[in-house]
């Protein structure tokens, strides 16, 4: 087997596992975001996830 088919192979069995993996997570209820007191950590979450999908550049 070369080695292009064996990375395939592997990125494959990867792919289901995680796909198994996250079948399996349960989906946690969330609260809505309100201005007194739990505004902000929703706030920063979205701050966060900005950040780390523009690359932080």
């Known amino acids: 087997m070369s080695t292009g088919r064996l990375e395939a ?3 494959g069995v990867l ?3 995680i796909t198994i993996v ?3 997570l349960e989906i946690p ?3 809505a975001c309100t ?3 739990r ?3 929703c706030v920063l979450s979205f701050v966060d996830l900005g950040i780390s999908t523009t ?3």
Do not use: Q
Request: aromatic letters at 4%; glycine letters at 14%; a negative charge.
């Open 22 to 24: 996250v079948l399996e």
């Open 29 to 31: 209820t969330v609260r």
């Open 55 to 57: 690359g932080a550049s």
């Open 15 to 17: 792919a289901i596992l």
């Open 39 to 41: 505004g902000l950590p």
């Open 35 to 37: 201005p007194c007191g």
């Open 9 to 11: 192979f592997s990125d």
